[in-house]
């Protein structure tokens, strides 16, 4: 039987699923298609609660999600034992981000999250989207999350709760 949460405990679970969206580089993408199912790890940049990322355009978990229209997600942080394993569980959508404001402010915050990636480019060398576009053979991708979980054993063990981000 759910509890249901009063209004302080669903905004304490938004905040820590949303610092741990900020902690994490990485979230798995699934998709599914004629029974076969598939999953697919990406390096993300969170902004107004959307999820983005850039893929291949001919990758599996972009041809299944556009084809089904449907995707699921999931963040986890690093554990070592059973009491540390936090993690946000999600089923949305993967849509394609046409070139414009939204593009250049996801670069941005894309470089800004994981600066490494201007190594592939030269130290002189503007990097606008259609050069970070050509340079990686990508699209830029935003999976919007329509059901969101975010589980925490440190609360208590199987703890699973149903937020909005």
Known sequence: MQQHLSSSDELAL???????ISEQSAMTLATARENDAWAAPVYY???????????????????ESLATGKAAGTIAASSISWRDIRGIQM????EAVSAGWE??????????????TSEFFQSDQKIDPTVFFDRFHVNL?????????YLDNSIRFGFREKISL
């Open 14 to 20: 938004r905040k820590l699923a949303e610092v741990l």
């Open 45 to 63: 940049a969170y902004l107004r609660s959307c999820f983005y990322f850039f893929s291949d355009p001919a990758s599996r978990h972009i041809r």
């Open 91 to 94: 089923t949305g959508t993967i």
């Open 103 to 116: 593009t250049l402010k996801v670069l941005h915050a894309y470089l800004a999250k994981f600066p490494f």
């Open 141 to 149: 991708y935003r999976f919007t999350p329509g059901l969101v979980y």
